[in-house]
């Protein structure tokens, strides 16, 4: 059992900017994060700034997986995202600044295997201990994370977005690593928290939150 869903943290972008960069509007409507997070969600629900912050709650993760999105989200500003997938224990982090990608952080299951993209920021790097990094690891991280080809359409899986192919079209390191205590999601949700003031299952800490709904026709 368990709840899949994603964070998209914004920074200095007010709601109704973040809703005109995703082709909607933030209307009257509002719901609580436990709505938000489950099946019952109406869709993008968006809090107001908190320390800077503009956060996007994204029960169906679409946004998390949209590079489009993201690139126009976090232009002439800073966006991180935050996914976990309970009933997987999957869990990533990464950070985007002014329409690219900088780092990333996963774990793809309870006990698996944590690996970067990049360089996340502190306090990362004092979380973890690296086991192993540059073309081996990227070798590595391709044998790992690809499902077998008759599950691709299952899990949504595109050979074109592999993290080693990723990291050599950024030219940034890739790492495999452990994290020093905890499980290895431990140091994904430290490292986003610490940053954007958020932490994994902290409840109503969101509330209240926008609900996003289509821009009306012209």
């Known amino acids: 059992m368990g709840f899949n869903h994603s964070v998209v943290a914004v920074e200095n972008l007010p709601v109704d900017e973040v809703a005109s960069r995703l082709g909607k509007r933030a209307g009257g409507r509002t719901t609580d994060y436990d709505t938000a997070i489950s099946s019952r969600t109406p869709g993008w629900c968006v809090s107001p700034p908190i320390d800077g912050w503009t956060f996007i709650v994204d029960q169906k993760r679409t946004l998390h997986n949209d590079e489009d999105g993201l690139r126009s989200l976090s232009t002439g500003t800073r966006l991180l995202t935050f996914e976990v997938m309970e009933t997987s224990m999957g869990f990533s982090a990464a950070c ?11 774990v793809e299951d309870e006990g698996g295997l944590l690996y970067t993209i990049g360089e996340p920021p502190p306090p990362f790097a004092e979380l973890v201990e690296i086991e192993s990094e540059g073309t081996k690891a990227a070798d590595h991280l391709e044998f790992c994370l690809a499902p077998p080809r008759e599950e691709w359409e299952v899990f949504e899986f595109d050979p074109d977005t592999l993290p080693g192919r990723r990291a050599a079209m950024l030219n940034v390191p890739v790492r495999t690593a452990r994290a020093v205590s905890g499980g290895n999601e431990a140091p994904i949700i430290e490292v986003f928290a610490r940053i954007t003031g958020y932490r994994y299952n902290t409840g109503g800490a969101l509330d209240p939150l926008h609900v996003l709904s289509e821009n009306p026709a012209h």
């Open 96 to 106: 985007w600044i002014d329409g690219g990608m900088t780092w990333k952080a996963a």
